[in-house]
């Protein structure tokens, strides 16, 4: 984002505050949570409000693991990388858990359901759910269709659960105890004495640390992220109300997680994805717009998979993921602005990683404590 003189002549008031985060959705309401704890005084800033980017627009599925199965993210990452990464995962859910029961946030435990479209995909399951069960990772294979829909097999992952992602973002914020300073967004950093200071649209923050969780915006705040995020639309529809009783009980997940699908809390159908067609025109964007080639996908998907559900399509709507080349979160700071750490891009997977990535960043930048397998340097 660039910024015209007359938007700011950096003439804003000045505002001497301790930690900034910057970005209050899911990972930075977490950081701000996990800063709080550590006796810090937070302000966020958000060019919005609370949860109003990718955090309120996704699906509320918390499913543990990465969107790579886990045998092929063994042989992508490693099998130690991969222990690591699940438990961040499951270390996640144990937070979100916590703040949804606190935040009076709704929560289905209805499990999750990796499921086959193909028969390679099948098998890619069946190898997964060893893998997974040879690590005490509790799932089960299911061979054939277990929700009668035209899949070959699933795994059950019978821990994970389904989430109102926008009223967690912001039990999330209320537990924190930060001040979040709305309709604020971030122009511009520079180093100021030991610390650094923040140009936003309203103040100029002279802050002792900053911490950006700008997701998929973090390139237009600085050139470091421009090879290492790009930007990515995903894209949902919800039904009306069904008249019959809820379709799924589970979160549905195939096509290696390109396709997703669950019940809403009020008795909706919701389905998302149709990305893997569309990888051109879905890439490398911050538009969230919805778009025809995508939507015509969920909706043949609709009648194709559940034919039974006759509710028309009630809304349809897009956000934007940060994804990395090699699929992982990063956490670090920022090689010429130190007292500026970062936690973004959780590939699509928010849900999952998001909590114990942004405690990891929070004490990376805190304690220059090691991020571990999340750690930027690897895409240094
Ligand atoms: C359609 C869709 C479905 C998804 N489904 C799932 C799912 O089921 N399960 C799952 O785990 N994950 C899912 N995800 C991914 C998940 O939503 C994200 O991983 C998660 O929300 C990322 O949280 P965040 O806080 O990093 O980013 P965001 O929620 O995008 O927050 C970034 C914040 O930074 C703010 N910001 C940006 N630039 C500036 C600036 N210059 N100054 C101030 N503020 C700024 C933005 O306004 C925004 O509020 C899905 C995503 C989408 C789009």
Partial sequence: MTVSIWQAEDTQPVREVDLLIVGAGLVGCAAAYFAAQAGRQVMITDTRDVGLGASSRNAGFMITGLDTYYHRAI???????????WGLSARSHAYWRDFAKHGDVRMRETGSMLLAESADEARDLEQAARAMQADGIDVEYVEGDPLGRGYLAAINQAHDAAVQP????????????ATLVPNNELYALWPDGPGVMALTRQFRFRARHVLLCV????????????????????QCLV??????????????????????YRDTFDGRLLIGGGRKQNKPLEHDTTDDRVTAPVQAILDAYLRERFPDVVAPVARRWAGIMAFTPDGLPIV?????????????????????????????????????????VISARRLE
């Fill in 166 to 177: 926008y009223e967690l973002a912001r039990a999330v914020l209320a537990a924190s105890g």
């Fill in 332 to 372: 670090g700071t920022l090689p010429h602005l130190p007292q500026v750490g970062f936690c973004v891009a959780c590939n699509g997977h928010g849900l999952a990683m998001g909590a114990a990535s942004a405690e990891r960043a929070v004490d990376h930048l805190l304690t220059g404590a090691d991020p571990g």
């Fill in 75 to 85: 042989e992508r990452y490693g099998h130690d990388a991969v222990r690591e990464l």
């Fill in 239 to 260: 039904t009306e109300p069904l008249k019959q009783p809820p379709v799924l009980n589970t979160c549905g997940y195939s096509d290696y997680g390109f396709m997703y």
């Fill in 215 to 234: 997701n998929a915006y973090s390139a237009q705040i600085d050139s470091y992220f421009a090879d290492k995020i790009i930007p990515t639309r995903a």
